[in-house]
C-alpha cells in the first residue's frame, strides 16, 4: 500500500508562486510514476505534470508546460510541483497520485485511471 499526503496549496495573487509537496510512504519512490493532477470547480480531474521516478520522464499538459515543474527527492521520498506564474485558471484542488512504473508509459501517464494511490488533495486559489 502506497500513502501519499499532499502539502502547500493556499491562496495566492495571479503572477505568484507556489510549491506543493507529496509526500510517499509505503514502498521505494523509486518504482513509482507519481502524478499531479488538478480539479477544478465544474470540470473533471486533469493530469497537470507526472514523472517517472525511475527514469525521470515528464509529461506536462499544454496549458502548464514551461510553468510548472515536477521534481522528485528520492532521499525524501517527495515529490515536488513547482508552480510559477500562477493565473486564476490555475485554481483547483490538486491531487497526487501513484501507479507502479509498469503500468504507464509516457503516453498513457496523463490518464488517472492508470493510477492505484491518491493523495486527500491540496487546494489551491489564484485571486487578486
Known amino acids: 500500500q502506497v500513502q501519499l499526503v499532499e502539502s502547500g496549496g493556499g491562496l495566492v495573487q495571479p503572477g505568484d508562486s507556489l510549491r506543493l509537496s507529496c509526500a510517499i510512504s509505503g514502498r521505494n519512490l523509486d518504482y513509482y510514476t507519481i502524478g499531479w493532477f488538478r480539479q477544478a470547480p465544474g470540470k473533471e480531474r486533469e493530469a497537470a505534470a507526472c514523472?517517472?521516478?525511475?527514469?525521470?520522464?515528464?509529461y506536462y499538459s499544454d496549458s502548464v508546460r514551461a510553468r510548472f515543474t515536477i521534481f522528485r527527492d528520492n532521499a525524501k521520498s517527495t515529490v515536488y510541483l513547482q508552480m510559477d506564474s500562477l493565473s486564476p485558471e490555475d485554481t483547483a484542488v490538486y491531487y497526487c497520485a501513484a501507479t507502479h512504473v509498469t503500468r504507464v508509459t509516457i503516453a498513457t501517464m496523463p490518464m488517472a485511471s492508470l493510477y492505484d494511490f491518491w493523495g486527500q488533495g491540496t487546494r489551491v486559489t489564484v485571486s487578486s
Open positions: 514523472i517517472n521516478a525511475m527514469t525521470d520522464a515528464t
